[in-house]
Structure formats: structure tokens, C-alpha cells
């Protein structure tokens, strides 16, 4: 069997690290979120979504916002990894929709938005990773 061309072979043994890595890396961003629209800027996420003609705005903040919440925490501890991240990743590909659209009504880049995307759609393939309640069937 040939050789693999890799500069450290002996990492492969843990790539179930990089699932882990990404899937906890976009649960504390999701729970962040929804932190804004429970919390910080939950007057401005209101408007925003009033705004966008989606009315009223108050159902749409703590909707999304509960979903991003459960989402996150789900994401998290790695419990329903691949639904969590097929709702999140839903949720950044409209993101990235109205940033392209409207650029000045998310304060993120619409790059940012793209590579939530990645990591979300990614986790629906790569699955929990380690230290998940997921397990392999």
C-alpha cells in the first residue's frame, strides 16, 4: 500500500477532533445570537425584522432567537448534531441572503455568514465528532 503524502500521518488518528472543534465553535456562536436577540439588541433585532417586512417583529426575534438557542446548545454538548446543524445552517444561508441583499442590516460581514454556512452544512455530513451524545450507528 502506498504511502500517504501527509506531513504529520500520525494526526489522522484524531480526526474526529476537527468535527468536535468546528460543531462546539458554531453552538457558542449560535448561543451568542440569540443572546443578542433575547438581551443586548433585542430592540434593534425587533426593527430589524419589521423592517424586512417580517411582522410582527417580536414573534420573529424570539422565534429565531429560541431556535438559534436550542440549536447552539444542542450543538454544544452534541446531541442531534446533524438536524441542529441542517436547521443552523438554514438559518446562516438566509442570513447570508439578506446581507447580500441589504448590506447594511447585519452588523457581520457576509463572509462571516458564508463560513457559518461551511461549518454548519459540513457538521451535516461529518457528523458530532468527539465528546458527543451522538453516536454512530
Known sequence: MPKLLTLFPDLLTYGLIAPFIL???LGLVLIYF????FRKERVEKIVFFDSLGMKPGVFYVNTIGGIELIGGVLLVVGAYTQAAALVSALIMLAATFIKWRRP???RNDIEFYILLFAVAFSLVFLGAGFFAIDLPL
Open 34 to 37: 440569540s443572546y443578542l436577540k
Open 23 to 25: 460543531r462546539v465553535s
Open 104 to 106: 447594511e442590516s447585519l
